[in-house]
């Protein structure tokens, strides 16, 4: 493989949960520093972008996991784009283990973004000739445009997006999303299975001081979700996903 980008992260207590693996959110916070670096790497930062109205936006994405990282684990995440349009790029990512095993793998679709306007701009050619690409995949699957709704619920959570949820494109925070889905699953799935998989869209963007809906569904497959993210007062969609949970090993068995 080429043109890829490395970074090497040591688990902190901090970013472990109950059980005593790395979080979820955790690992995606962890893909999305990595991508900040590789964009500093190429001397345009997501700063430098920001002083030109400028920024990335996820569309779309898709994590698999086989197993989460234990405190004082290191890891290193190998990111890269494997595909372009004028004004979106494909980012691949795989997750290792100090032994170089593959531990977890990710997908996104990345919109190049005028803050100011709300509208997506053509990506510079100074990018795209720094960066450059290579056609591999981590995950051989398309990311799907849209995931139905579920037209019913068995939980219901509400939240409100505070100022802290904001990131510098004033829109909510993808982190949050992600802490919404897995906290409407009940606790006994949380306790004695971790996510396996996630694919989620992002439809619209939802603002500071707007109420927030997050609505589970069982899907049809055991420990298999749905789940839809919408504003309470215009019932617009934020986002959808789907999550895959699996069974935990016991601590003695990892």
């Known amino acids: 493989m080429e043109n890829y980008f490395?970074?090497?992260?040591?688990?902190?207590?901090?970013?472990?949960?109950?059980?005593?693996?790395?979080?979820?959110?955790?690992?995606?916070?962890?893909?999305?520093?990595?991508?900040?670096d590789h964009c500093y790497s190429?001397?345009?930062?997501?700063?430098?972008?920001?002083?030109?109205?400028l920024g990335w936006v996820l569309l779309s994405g898709?994590?698999?996991?086989?197993?989460?990282?234990?405190?004082?684990?290191?890891?290193?995440?190998?990111?890269?784009?494997?595909?372009?349009?004028?004004?979106?790029?494909v980012r691949e990512n795989i997750i290792y283990d100090e032994q170089?095993?593959?531990?977890?793998?990710?997908?996104?679709?990345?919109?190049?973004?005028?803050?100011?306007?709300?509208?997506?701009?053509?990506?510079?050619?100074?990018?795209?000739?720094?960066?450059?690409?290579?056609?591999?995949?981590?995950?051989?699957?398309?990311?799907?445009p849209n995931i139905e709704a579920p037209d019913s619920?068995?939980?219901?959570?509400?939240?409100a997006v505070n100022r802290f949820d904001i990131d510098m494109y004033q829109h909510l925070n993808n982190i949050r999303y992600l802490q919404w889905v897995i906290d409407s699953i009940d606790e006994d799935i949380v306790d004695t299975y971790y996510l396996s998989s996630i694919e989620g869209r992002f439809v619209a963007e939802a603002k500071n001081g707007e109420s927030i809906i997050s609505l589970t569904k069982k899907d049809v497959n055991d420990n298999s979700f749905?789940?839809?993210?919408?504003?309470?007062?215009?019932?617009?969609?934020?986002?959808t996903a789907k999550t895959i949970w699996k069974k935990k090993q016991p601590l003695f068995a990892r």
Request: net charge positive.
């Open 42 to 53: 190429i001397n345009t930062s997501l700063y430098d972008l920001k002083e030109q109205d």
């Open 153 to 159: 619920a068995s939980n219901v959570k509400k939240y």
């Open 226 to 239: 749905i789940h839809i993210i919408k504003t309470q007062d215009s019932n617009k969609v934020c986002a």
């Open 62 to 89: 898709i994590i698999q996991m086989e197993r989460y990282p234990i405190y004082k684990e290191k890891i290193t995440i190998r990111t890269w784009l494997s595909s372009y349009s004028f004004i979106k790029g």
């Open 100 to 144: 170089g095993n593959v531990i977890g793998r990710a997908k996104g679709l990345w919109l190049f973004f005028d803050i100011k306007r709300r509208r997506p701009v053509q990506i510079f050619d100074s990018i795209k000739e720094q960066w450059s690409y290579c056609s591999e995949e981590s995950i051989k699957q398309t990311i799907a």
């Open 6 to 36: 490395d970074k090497t992260f040591e688990l902190r207590y901090s970013e472990m949960d109950k059980s005593g693996d790395t979080s979820p959110t955790t690992i995606l916070t962890l893909l999305e520093e990595t991508a900040a």
